[in-house]
């Protein structure tokens, strides 16, 4: 009589650190219907259909209709109470996904017009998170990202508003959008503030653009962590680095996908980035767009690249070691890791 395959473990339950997620891209669909309506914001058919929409970022005009969208869903954030609401909703999200720790990815200018400036824009967003971690047990922190289409010194003076919170909620430093656009080394110095100032250095490189990216963030940057980095797949040497330097990737695999970076899951070179020992943290990018949480990315590392229990607690244990989670925090989800497999 044959023998029934064991069931696979759930991946909600499994612990995770979660470090790719972006502010306005974590927002649940119903409360983007929600605000929109209260405050007056005509929305697209793209982001009331109930399904996610139609993207394909790889040119100028595909990223253009991204950026658009998603300018769109944050003219909606316009109140301390919509910015506390969104990120006590990316918390509870990030619980039912089994994450132990959240940083989540803000720039601050984007909302500062409408809060009052930077500085209360800040308070707002920590106190949220601050008021989020206790109400859902979940530990957080912030990511400040510059924006790499804007000049290199609005990012210096992002880079000395995260080193003025930097005891107060705010862990690293990043830089966003198009890296097809701009030289990294353009923002060397605003890294160097964040740097000196104890925060962790996270540019977003090799997603749009290839492995030079990806070296560009690592050269001019001194990045710790790289958002995204998949591209750098294509450069073996660049694999190498990457590994023996413990540099960890933020891959979102869904994200890849929707924004045709890849064609399908099966394309994410997750294996190959794995197998040569880069270290890599699964994060969902923007799921307001892409449609997908945290645990349906470890469910793409199952389903389309046969990553074993074994290998997906791996996985975790790699997110895990990459957050700037207090050290407690991280024997916890260790631990915890170490019983979802058991």
């Not at 470090?19 to 793209?46: K, N, Y």
């Not at 990223?63 to 658009?68: G, H, N, S, V």
Request: net charge negative; aromatic share 4%; hydrophobic share 40%.
């Amino acid at each position: 009589m044959a023998r029934e395959a064991p069931t696979a473990r759930d991946v909600r339950l499994l612990p995770k650190a979660h470090l790719h997620l972006h502010f306005t891209g974590s927002m649940r669909p119903g409360t983007l219907l929600e605000l929109a309506d209260q405050h007056g914001v005509h929305l697209p058919e793209a982001l009331t259909s109930g399904q996610p929409p139609s993207l394909r970022a790889t040119d100028e005009r595909g990223w253009f209709r991204f950026q658009r969208l998603y300018d769109i869903a944050r003219s909606c954030l316009r109140t301390p109470e919509d910015i506390r609401r969104l990120v006590r909703e990316a918390a509870e999200e990030d619980v039912a996904d089994g994450s132990g720790w959240l940083e989540i990815q803000v720039d601050p200018t984007s909302y500062a017009p409408r809060l009052g400036g930077l500085i209360p824009t800040m308070e707002i967003i920590l106190d949220g998170v601050r008021s989020a971690s206790h109400d859902t047990g979940l530990g957080m922190g912030v990511v400040i990202a510059a924006n790499r289409m804007k000049h290199p010194l609005d990012a210096r003076t992002l880079a000395r508003l995260a080193v003025r919170y930097a005891d107060q909620g705010v862990v690293g430093f990043g830089l966003s959008n198009d890296e097809r656009r701009g030289l990294a080394r353009d923002f060397d110095r605003a890294f160097a503030i964040a740097r000196e100032g104890g925060l962790l250095a996270a540019p977003h490189g090799g997603e749009l653009a290839g492995p030079s990216s990806v070296r560009d963030c690592l050269d001019d940057l001194h990045a710790q962590r790289v958002g995204h980095g998949v591209r750098a797949a294509e450069d073996p040497r660049l694999l190498r680095r990457l590994a023996d330097a413990g540099v960890t990737c933020e891959v979102c695999p869904a994200s890849n996908v929707a924004l045709g970076v890849y064609d399908k899951p099966e394309d994410v070179p997750l294996r190959t980035l794995y197998d040569a020992g880069v270290p890599m943290a699964l994060g969902a990018d923007d799921p307001l767009l892409f449609g997908s949480r945290l645990a349906a990315q470890y469910d793409i590392a199952r389903a389309a690249h046969a990553f074993t229990d074994a290998e997906l607690a791996d996985l975790a244990r790699q997110s895990v070691h990459a957050a700037r989670a207090p050290q407690d925090v991280k024997d916890g989800m260790l631990t915890g890791i170490d019983g979802w497999l058991a």
